[in-house]
């Protein structure tokens, strides 16, 4: 049986080979340029296709070595799944095409999320954190050994399990009243330093720069008394605070009428001391016009005493006898009338017995005497 196929398929080859032979031999001795034509345009097709796979597949070679690494940002490669030492930054590069891969490693500050924490206190409730953010960055010269410890998305091993594992840990030894109210502010802090001191003996290079904790959800029948709570000491808080308001503005008044006496006596002294000051003016002004007008009638006694003393020395010098017997005659002869006797004014003459015609010139002679004398 496969002796017969054998022979058979020998004789349809030999006799496909004389068919073909005998189509040529026929084509060339009908149309030979017709031929060749179609041969030509067979062969510019197959160069062409050839030409264009050729393109194809170096455009894509290029477009698979050629790669962009963004600013804030470092290459790693791997070649097989291995990692290659080589990193490169921002820009363009080349790389092997299609046996060469490369992963974009963020260095500058992220935040990473970490949504609904589950965590159980020390009293056995369960309460869930939210969101939970963690603001990171990665030395740029660490990114080598930490892709190769913890491939390029490290944040899932080292902060996001570590975040769920450090939290479960300070909740399990916390109560709800602890972790809620009392310790809350603090919860952020010490997971911080707790990330951190661990990822520097882990993955030195990344550092927490942050991290901010929501406020968990608790059961709802805990919160409403929470809130009930929080409502109450609100309340104390109020009136504290009014009363602080209070002792406060009481004690802000008393200063103010302190301050207010405060300067009502020192305008008072002010203007007592003013009025001191005018008095003293007054009494150093009155002295002074004392002293002038002092001086002033000391100095017009001075001069009528000089004025008198020396009319006096005048008249001393000319009330002489000779002058002042003239002066007699003079008022003897200005009289118009002239009496002698005893009875009338007895001035000038005694006419009694005993009387002689000198009894006139001794009457002139005692009034000159007298005069004299009041001088």
């Known amino acids: 049986m496969l002796e017969q196929q054998r022979k058979s398929g020998l004789n349809c080859s030999d006799v496909r080979r004389k068919r073909a032979s005998l189509y040529f031999t026929h084509r060339s001795q009908v149309s030979r340029p017709a031929i060749t034509k179609e041969l030509q345009y067979v062969l510019r097709m197959t160069l062409g296709a050839v030409a264009s796979v050729i393109l194809a597949i170096g455009g894509a070679a290029v477009f698979s070595a050629l790669h962009k690494i963004d600013e804030g940002h470092v290459g790693v490669y791997y070649r097989g799944g291995a990692l290659l030492t080589t990193t490169s930054g921002p820009g363009f590069h080349l790389m092997l095409p299609f046996i060469t891969t490369f992963k974009s490693v ?31 960055y990665l030395v740029p010269s660490a990114v080598y050994g930490i892709v190769r410890n913890f491939t390029a998305d490290y944040d899932k091993a080292l902060i996001f399990n570590k975040v769920h594992h450090e939290l479960n840990q300070f909740c399990s030894v916390h109560s709800l009243q602890e972790v809620y109210i009392g310790l809350f502010d603090q919860i952020d802090e010490n997971l911080k330093l707790t990330l951190q001191e661990d990822l520097t003996s882990m993955a030195p290079g990344l550092i927490i720069q942050a991290v901010r904790v929501t406020k968990p959800n608790i059961p709802e029948s805990i919160r409403r008394n929470y809130e009930l709570m929080e409502s109450e000491r609100t309340k104390l808080l109020i009136a504290a605070q009014t009363q602080k308001v209070v002792e406060k503005e009481a004690e802000t008044e008393r200063k103010k009428a302190v301050i207010e006496a405060e300067k009502v006596a020192q305008v008072a002294e002010i203007k007592f001391g003013q009025k001191v000051m005018e008095k003293e003016t007054e009494k150093k002004i009155s002295e002074i016009e004392d002293g002038a007008f002092l001086a002033r009638q000391k100095a017009k006694a001075d001069a009528e005493f000089y004025t008198a003393q020396r009319a006096a020395e005048a008249n001393k010098l000319k009330l002489t006898p000779e002058y002042l017997q003239l002066m007699k005659f003079k008022a003897i002869a200005a009289n118009s009338k002239i009496y002698f006797g005893s009875e009338i004014p007895h001035m000038f003459m005694d ?17 000159s005497e007298g005069i004299l004398d009041l001088e």
Request: hydrophobic share 30%; with cysteine.
């Open 351 to 367: 006419s009694g017995p005993g009387s002689s015609s000198s009894a006139p010139s001794k009457a002139i002679d005692a009034l």
């Open 106 to 136: 963020q260095t500058t500050l992220q935040t990473d999320e970490v949504k609904n924490v589950p965590c159980g206190t020390s009293g056995g409730v369960m309460i869930y954190f939210d969101r939970i953010e963690v603001v990171n």
